[in-house]
């Protein structure tokens, strides 16, 4: 048998397991549980425990997938994963026949008479929905708005009476599949005004706990800064004011997001640069990671986002230097945030 192999998604320990349907979590130490997140995780869990399905809802960024993950972990369960997608059917998630299987029995035990037998049978798989509730898994349903909502009426059932419908066709011939009562479900989709989603029907949604996740608080993002690259704390602050305040630019004001904070702060400590106005590594990274992950800002057909970058970078760096000269606390950029 082959072994598990080990992955660090977020900030949890994936083990995927070698036949490939299951997957382990475990919360990793990389896990930044400041207490906004250690809230968010004790009100899923509390759902969870007595048998409600949870649903992360937020915009693109604000760890929905990273906190099902963690959650999951903490109920100990084996996680079977699955990702909304615009062309399945309800098969995809109970199972479908997968092929035919044929077999032929020829009596010659008498010489002069032959006798031949012919059988042909579906072959059914199993696809994850079903394995999960005949297992007792905890699924993890990412961004399942991304499916149709047809798709998805398998579920109904399966959170309400705990039953699973499944087609006559299934090899057992069982018509029906008692939910197994470690089974949970965990649920994440972005509003449903992202390109790419459809609107869920109102049963499904009846029969979810939804936790509505913004944007981290600004410790909550220094310290995952910190703790996904190892960057000093006075260039997180630095790094996470920038991000915030150039957040509330434009009509999407979730972005940037967190990974935008990650991906400048894991390159400073690549090139062992450092978060200061006048660092060339600092400028060129904050200018290619933050003009792309922002919204559009123009005046007559060009873009003001690199002249916003800048006037943010001056004015976050230069309080910043004044408040470690005068030995004060921080001072908080962000709007809204203090």
């Given at each position: 048998m082959a072994e598990a192999l080990n992955k660090d998604f977020g900030e949890t320990v994936v083990r995927v397991q070698p036949d490939g349907d299951n997957i382990e979590a475990e919360a990793s130490d990389q896990f930044v549980a400041t207490p906004h997140v250690q809230a968010l995780a004790e009100r899923a869990?509390?759902?969870?425990?007595?048998?409600?399905?949870?649903?992360?809802?937020?915009?693109?960024?604000?760890?929905?997938?990273?906190?099902?993950?963690?959650?999951?972990?903490?109920?100990?369960?084996?996680?079977?994963?699955?990702?909304?997608?615009?062309?399945?059917g309800s098969s995809d998630l109970v199972g479908k026949d997968s092929g035919y299987r044929k077999s032929k029995l020829v009596d010659n035990y008498i010489h002069s008479v032959l006798k031949t037998e012919e059988n042909m049978n579906t072959l059914w798989v199993d696809n994850r929905l079903t394995t999960a509730c005949a297992s007792g898994n905890t699924l993890i349903y990412d961004e399942f708005n991304r499916s149709r909502p047809e798709a998805n009426n398998a579920l109904l059932s399966v959170l309400e009476e705990r039953v699973l419908n499944l087609p006559s066709l299934r090899q057992n011939g069982e018509g029906y599949l008692q939910v197994h009562p470690d089974f949970r479900a965990i649920f994440t989709s972005n509003p449903?005004?992202?390109?790419?989603?459809?609107?869920?029907?109102?049963?499904?949604?009846?029969?979810?706990?939804?936790?509505?996740?913004?944007?981290?608080?600004?410790?909550t993002e220094?310290?995952?800064?910190?703790?996904?690259?190892?960057?000093?704390?006075?260039?997180?602050?630095?790094?996470?004011?920038?991000?915030?305040?150039?957040?509330?630019?434009?009509?999407?004001?979730?972005?940037?997001?967190?990974?935008?904070?990650?991906?400048?702060?894991?390159?400073?400590?690549?090139?062992?640069?450092?978060?200061?106005?006048?660092?060339?590594?600092?400028?060129?990274?904050?200018?290619?990671?933050?003009?792309?992950?922002?919204?559009?800002?123009?005046?007559?057909?060009?873009?003001?986002?690199?002249?916003?970058?800048?006037?943010?970078?001056?004015?976050?760096?230069?309080?910043?230097?004044?408040?470690?000269?005068?030995?004060?606390?921080?001072?908080?950029?962000?709007?809204?945030?203090?």
């Open positions: 869990l509390a759902y969870l425990e007595v048998g409600y399905a949870v649903h992360f809802a937020g915009s693109a960024g604000t760890g929905k997938t990273t906190l099902a993950f963690h959650v999951a972990a903490k109920l100990g369960r084996p996680v079977t994963l699955i990702h909304g997608d615009d062309e399945f449903e005004e992202y390109a790419g989603v459809h609107k869920t029907q109102d049963a499904l949604m009846d029969r979810l706990i939804t936790i509505q996740m913004g944007n981290f608080d600004r410790e220094i310290a995952i800064a910190i703790a996904q690259s190892g960057v000093s704390r006075h260039d997180a602050e630095i790094i996470v004011d920038i991000v915030n305040e150039l957040r509330g630019t434009g009509v999407n004001n979730h972005r940037p997001t967190i990974r935008a904070t990650i991906a400048i702060a894991r390159i400073l400590v690549h090139r062992k640069a450092h978060a200061t106005f006048n660092d060339p590594v600092f400028q060129w990274v904050c200018h290619d990671v933050l003009t792309t992950e922002t919204a559009k800002v123009t005046r007559e057909g060009q873009s003001l986002m690199p002249h916003m970058i800048d006037e943010s970078m001056a004015r976050v760096c230069n309080a910043a230097l004044k408040t470690r000269r005068s030995g004060s606390r921080p001072r908080l950029v962000n709007k809204g945030k203090e």
